[in-house]
């Protein structure tokens, strides 16, 4: 690879043309990452509800995986861009290696300790009597697949942190396109079931991960891989935690309110569960492609930073919100022109499950107006290092502000509480962001005097 080139675009390119090549292939490549769960739902919604019910409730162990993945990945990926960026190229090259160590270890442990709980584990996710054969069905191979996701997720993110988003779209493409092919032929053409649905997934992350070790052995990133560059030192591993541990927690987060969502839609049915999956997954799609292209522009803001071209970094972040505010508020009328159509694609079967997803994605969509502010910010203080800012907003929108809500609502208002419980907490996150990017701007007013 041109290392000079991607150097150069982070460091002289106009903001709008690095924004574009650097966060349109991350984007593309975060969209078809989320596409494995959407095509899993809609295969799998024409075996049954129940069947799709199972899928969901196990949906949440590879948000749990995701987050170990961002723990390392984006916590090094922001590191990486500063040191990039300050020119300390050896200390770039341990940062690397150490998160891709890291990351499969923990991955490893972590999955086995499922794999031991796997009963107790699906029932605490969620799952009925009637869900139980068929999450254990898929939730095996699924599990085994996370440690290559794991590894997956941690390259994505420091190939996109050293200036190279179009070698992690390809991967992740690859992976993407396969999972597509498989789905229908092990789901439908050899009758496989939920188990062919875990199976299509597992094939299709291992062709991502053999793509990424192309990568590494061909020696196409300007970051050395090696063994003697794992250095754990705790300068190293504090600059990963900061960052990457407020981004893991809020994926911890997400996944704990999938299963706290489930448990409460118990008592609902399995239709309620197949509801709240569909609207998550999609929901999710519109979330993944904000952060995809975000993670470009946390490699900017971060080598720029490093770098000290403060004003380079303003105008990213001006660039940013107006973009991703343009992507939020089409998606938003998308999904309440087409709420109807878009629950049928993946239960044709159910008029329940029809009409709890309708509502649920309705009032979703209003709040996802506001989603591209929120995480521009969020990054953005990812991108600068700071931990405290980006764990208070982690916290906040899937945890002390969501959690205490769903508990609240589901006993006085039952089902509809259950719904309303997320746009609240969006919108509590949303007046969160708006202090926090207030105090921001008196910083840079600061900085930016001194620079000049």
Known sequence: MDTNKNLKLLSEASTSKALFKLGIPTMIGMMVSALYNLVDAYFVGTLGTSQQAAVAAVFPLGLVMLGVGLLFGSGAGSYLSRLLGDGQRQKADECASTAIALAVISAI?????????????????????????????????????????????????LATGEGAPMYSMRSMLLGGVSNIILDPLLITTFHMGVFGAAI???????ISFSAYLLYIFQKKSSIHFSVKNISPNKKLLTEIAKIGIPTCVYQLLCS???????NLALPYGDAAIAAVGIVSRIITLGFMTIMGFLKGYQTFVGFNYGAGNYARVRSATQT??????????????????????????????DPMVLTIGTKALVF????????????????????????????????????????????????????????????????????????????????????????V
Do not use: H
Not at 124 to 138: K, N, Q
Not at 200 to 206: D, G, K, M, N, V
Not at 256 to 262: D, G, K, Q
Not at 339 to 346: D, G, M, N, S
């Open 364 to 451: 979703q969509a209003f709040t996802f107006l506001t989603a591209g502010f929120q995480y521009v910010y969020t990054t953005k203080f990812m991108g600068l290092g700071k931990g405290m800012e980006g764990s208070l907003v982690s916290l906040g929108r899937q945890g002390f502000f969501f959690l205490p809500f769903i508990y609240l609502f589901t006993k006085i208002w039952g089902l509809n509480g259950l719904i309303l419980a997320q746009p609240t907490a969006d919108i509590l996150s949303l007046l969160l962001v708006v202090f926090l990017a207030g105090k921001n701007k008196k910083e840079e007013k600061i900085i930016l005097a001194r620079a």
């Open 320 to 349: 940013a919100i107006l973009w991703t505010t343009i992507f939020c508020a089409v998606s938003c009328g998308a999904m309440l022109l087409f709420r109807v159509p878009l629950i049928l694609a993946f239960n044709k079967n």
């Open 200 to 206: 299509a997934t597992l094939i299709s992350r291992l």
């Open 109 to 157: 442990v972590i999955v086995g300790i499922m794999l031991a709980a796997m009963n107790p584990l699906l029932r605490l996710l969620g799952c009925t009597e009637t869900m139980l054969p068929y999450a254990r069905e898929y939730g095996i191979p699924f599990i085994l697949g996370l440690v290559v996701n794991v590894f997956n997720a941690t390259m994505s993110n």
């Open 256 to 262: 704990v309110a999938l299963s706290v969502m489930n």
